[in-house]
């Protein structure tokens, strides 16, 4: 996140502010999150779990969750089949994670189909910056923020910094102007270009 004014909140409150929406809302409605399939939704069965809260989970998200599973990581969570659907899963949880694009179908679905509350809620760093369409949003990210990474610099030091993927002009620009040499080495892929990197090696 290459913006200096943009600082994210103790991870530990927001989890604890997740927990207790999900705890709180769930008892007498049922709480929908929308997420990505593989990472941030693992991360939220976690923090779920941690309340004694099994969700229900998209199919997509399930074949990660097993994934995750046969390393080790135990996940607790429901998924479709056996003759139950997704929509009685989450009826029965009170919570349930499906992919970002699939949240406004599931929750128009849930509220057909029952007659309690569906709270819609999204965890994502980008809820620093806009507003979603949906009942609570929290600002969960596993990136750093900008005062992070400027911290991890100072830290060790770097010559040349070149940052990469969206936001890498401005996030270069940033640290510019900290008194960085910072380019932006951003690529179609998103990674570095054997130019460039030929380029910073000969330095």
């Not at 909140?9 to 929308?34: C, H, M, P, T």
């Not at 990210?141 to 969206?166: C, M, N, W």
Request: glycine share 8%; hydrophobic share 40%; aromatic share 12%.
């Amino acid at each position: 996140y290459p913006y200096p004014d943009v600082k994210f909140d103790d991870r530990s409150e927001v989890i604890d502010a997740i927990q207790y929406y999900v705890k709180n809302k769930s008892s007498n409605g049922i709480v929908l999150f929308g997420a990505y399939s593989l990472g941030k939704a693992q991360e939220l069965v976690k923090i779920i779990n941690q309340v004694d809260i099994v969700p229900a989970v998209g199919s997509k998200i399930s074949k990660f969750n097993r994934v995750y599973g046969s390393f080790g990581i135990d996940l607790k969570y429901e998924t479709e089949g056996e003759g139950k659907s997704f929509e009685e899963l989450v009826a029965q949880s009170g919570v349930g994670i499906v992919e970002n694009q699939m949240l406004a179908e599931a929750a128009s679905k849930m509220a057909a189909m029952s007659n309690r509350r569906v709270f819609t809620a999204v965890a994502t760093g980008f809820a620093k910056f806009f507003k979603f369409n949906t009942s609570v949003q929290f600002p969960l990210s596993d990136h750093a923020d900008f005062s992070q990474a400027l911290e991890y610099l100072q830290r060790t030091e770097p010559k040349i910094v070149y940052a990469i993927g969206k936001g890498s002009e401005r996030m270069a620009k940033s640290l510019s102007g900290k008194g960085y040499e910072a380019h932006s080495a951003n690529s179609s892929y998103g990674f570095f270009s054997m130019e460039t990197l030929k380029a910073s090696l000969e330095r």
